[in-house]
């Protein structure tokens, strides 16, 4: 695989970085009214949900993932737009999300953020109808029991801001590590996840477990010793963010603009991004 000297590594969110990503911003702009991202003059929030998107999208492009003949799996995808837009680029993709009973139970469904089925991820200005009925399949799927049937199955497989809702920082973790196995060998991973920001600056409680975790720097950097060692490759980067926007943290009820920082509790919280790339 062809490297470059400015690919995105597994990093928290910054203004800067989502700047960069504008281009999947502007590709995403029919749609993110849908999210409630967007102010009354159509202009796009500065959100964390964007760079998530705009992340994913960019570690697979500039890793030459998206394109004919790759395929992709997309873990909880709700109603998010990624499924479609990788069709869109020409992509095979398997959208993936729990299965109707047990996202009741998560309260998924009566929130709007459950997929049951591929209506659900149409969205025709990033996939004309035909070619996404022709790309995409969809299937239920417990993160936390990956099928054995799809082992070595896919290029790149992707999950936004879903493995912080397992349960545990520890099955986030497992999760992380067992679905590599579904990647071929030089396939691409790309997760985004809750981050507990004050763990950059010293060792602090966090959630661990529960409906939602916040991971820390050192659940993080076991994360990537356990990749590593397993002969995945990752990069990280630790820098915060030097903008007004950056220092900004959002308190309930949310304003959501900016909204790259927020108070889940009594804990700041971002977005983190990990690009790991397989044996």
Same mark, same amino acid.
């Given at each position: ?19 960069? $990503? ?50 992709? $799996? ?91 809702? $397992? ?113």
């Amino acid at each position: 695989m062809a490297r470059q000297s400015q690919m995105l590594k597994s990093r928290i969110c910054s203004l800067d970085e989502l700047r960069s $990503l504008e281009p999947w911003v502007e590709r995403l702009r029919s749609v993110i009214p849908s999210f409630g991202i967007t102010r009354p003059d159509g202009s796009v929030f500065i959100h964390r949900k964007t760079w998530e998107w705009g992340y994913i999208a960019q570690a697979f492009a500039e890793r030459g993932m998206l394109g004919l003949g790759k395929r992709g $799996l997309g873990f909880a995808v709700g109603r998010e737009p990624l499924p479609a837009l990788f069709a869109g680029m020409g992509c095979e993709v398997l959208a993936t999300d729990l299965g109707e009973v047990e996202a009741e139970k998560a309260g998924w469904v009566e929130t709007a953020q459950h997929a049951d089925s591929l209506p659900t991820l149409e969205y025709p200005d990033l996939c004309a109808p035909a070619d996404f009925r022709q790309r995409v399949a969809f299937r239920p799927l417990d993160m936390r029991a990956l099928p054995d049937e799809l082992t070595g199955s896919f290029d790149f497989i992707w999950s936004a801001c879903s493995l912080e809702h $397992l349960g545990s920082i520890d099955q986030g973790i497992k999760f992380i590590l067992d679905a590599m196995r579904l990647l071929r060998r030089g396939g691409v991973a790309a997760h985004t996840t809750e981050f507990n920001v004050t763990s950059l600056l010293y060792e602090t409680d966090t959630l661990s477990e529960g409906a939602t975790v916040l991971f820390c720097r050192e659940d993080i950097e076991r994360a990537v010793s356990l990749l590593r060692r397993d002969g995945h490759r990752v990069e990280l980067d630790w820098t915060y963010g030097a903008t007004r926007e950056d220092r900004y943290v959002d308190v309930p009820p949310y304003r959501h603009d900016p909204h790259l920082k927020l108070l889940v509790g009594s804990f700041v919280t971002t977005a983190i991004g990990l690009i790991i790339e397989a044996a």
